[in-house]
């Protein structure tokens, strides 16, 4: 049962349980952990310099993969073995993952805040839950990464802080950079589109300058206006600067672009090309610090086993990140050190899938309360399992971390920011609303938690 430490109230239950116990001792204490948390100093773990998200977007079905529950459901060729104590493996669909099982962690006490695609998906993207009010001006995960890390950025770091690959079609989209300076939105590539245009050849990159200094020459007085009412071709500059900036780098060309044999051993779709793009920023080190590749159409509601549905999904997933986990834990840097061990790769959904019978449909619909989440680098340790869900993977009975609760994408935030050396209890004021943006959310809409870092998955 989790404590009143660990999980603690809506506004509204605060107002009710207050109003009628307002002479009760107790109450106050309640109040107090908060209030010290918020102020005391954190301490961030400063064990990775890149993030590499991967969103199964739609919500991938726990109960039929990384949760695996057998029932008269289970389709007889999922192939499922223990492949440890107490770890049921569907071989069938994650054979490479089941293989290299010591490289990762997987949490099974998720949960998420929301059942509903387009407000889920921005929880993910923002770790805020969606506010209408609040929408447009709250800064994604990698907006913030980015945000922090502009004062370390070399001279040499061309490249942008925040890359995303194939989320537009997600039904949130892809979340802007808020409040914070355009400087730090996300930059995105669609695979499916051609990256051509952003890894030039030499001759292309000469032509490239050739007609950028001209355009400086005509423009030359809008650049340099410091009026107010300039301020708008002002960020249009910056953005043109930074996009000339990077596409003159010769790192860029080799960066955004993808080896037939790379696309051939990464699984030959979307989400393989993604890990690829996102494993050569990471080994560039040439200024970007958070990836985020996003996995389409994993909202199953119908004929889930499917070909063309379930399993090839996994299939294109246990590839694609089997294959990103190969190369970031073989390259190593100068000082000896792999690309995993200063990369923290997250992969989940958005949430869970119902569990049990499939539906009429025989598909499983969208599920809050049960999803499981893979954790890998950066200092995390590799082949746990934390967490447990009940016989159908409908609630989670045994959170088995630090705090006694699920984790939620609050936890999760918090757990990325501490691997990165940020400081999660950060406010920034001054956004449009006049109210303090804070980097986790302390009053949720749905409840307040003591969000915390999730040491368990460390060493």
């Not at 969606?130 to 004062?151: D, H, R």
């Not at 730090?184 to 669609?190: A, K, L, S, V």
């Not at 499939?358 to 893979?374: E, V």
């Amino acid at each position: 049962m989790a404590s009143l430490l660990d999980t603690l109230l809506t506004r509204r239950e605060a107002f009710r349980v207050g109003a009628s116990l307002v002479s009760a001792y107790w109450f106050l204490p309640l109040l107090e952990p908060t209030n010290v948390r918020a102020q005391s100093k954190v301490n961030p773990r400063g064990s990775a310099r890149f993030v590499i998200f991967v969103m199964l977007e739609g919500g991938q079905s726990h109960v039929d993969s990384w949760d695996l529950k057998e029932g008269k459901w289970t389709p007889p060729n999922f192939d499922i073995r223990e492949i440890a104590p107490g770890v049921k493996w569907p071989m069938a669909l994650f054979p490479q993952l089941a293989r290299q099982r010591e490289r990762y962690s997987l949490i099974r006490s998720m949960e998420a805040w929301d059942s509903v695609h387009f407000r889920a998906q921005y929880y993910v993207q923002s770790g805020h839950m969606m506010n209408p009010a609040l929408q447009k001006e709250l800064p994604p995960i990698g907006t913030v990464v980015a945000y922090e890390s502009a004062a370390r950025r070399q001279s040499t770091d061309t490249l942008p802080g925040y890359v995303a690959v194939n989320v537009t079609q997600s039904q949130a989209g892809l979340l802007g950079s808020g409040f914070l300076p355009a400087t730090y939105t996300p930059f995105h590539i669609d695979t499916t589109s051609g990256i051509g245009a952003i890894a030039v050849d030499e001759e292309g990159r000469k032509k490239l300058l050739r007609r950028w200094e001209l355009l400086k020459k005509v423009d030359e007085r809008l650049r340099n206006d410091p009026s107010l009412q300039a301020k708008a071709y002002r960020d249009y500059h910056n953005h043109y600067e930074g996009a000339v900036s990077m596409m003159s780098d010769q790192r860029a060309s080799q960066v955004f672009q993808i080896e037939t044999a790379d696309h051939e051993r990464y699984g030959k779709s979307q989400v393989g090309d993604g890990c690829i793009l996102a494993r050569n920023l990471v080994e560039a080190d040439a200024g970007t610090q958070f990836v985020l590749v996003s996995h389409r159409d994993w909202d199953h509601h119908t004929r889930i086993y499917n070909e063309n549905n379930h399993y090839k999904l996994c299939k294109e997933l246990d590839t694609a990140l089997s294959s990103l986990l190969d190369d970031l834990s073989t390259r190593r840097r100068a000082d000896g050190r792999t690309l995993l061990d200063e990369t923290m790769v997250v992969c989940f959904g958005e949430f869970g899938r119902t569990p049990g019978e499939l539906s009429a449909a025989s598909g499983r619909d969208h599920y809050q309360y049960a999803l499981t989440g893979l954790f890998a680098g950066g200092g995390v340790q590799g082949g746990r399992v934390i967490g447990k869900t009940d016989d159908l993977g409908a609630k989670v009975i045994a959170p088995d971390w630090n705090a006694k609760r699920s984790v939620y994408m609050e936890d999760v935030t918090t757990t990325i920011y501490s691997a990165l050396g940020i400081d999660w209890s950060k406010t920034i004021e001054g956004a449009p609303s006049g109210r303090a943006f804070h980097y986790i959310e302390p009053f949720a809409s749905k409840q307040m938690i003591r969000n915390q870092e999730i040491s368990n998955l460390f060493a």
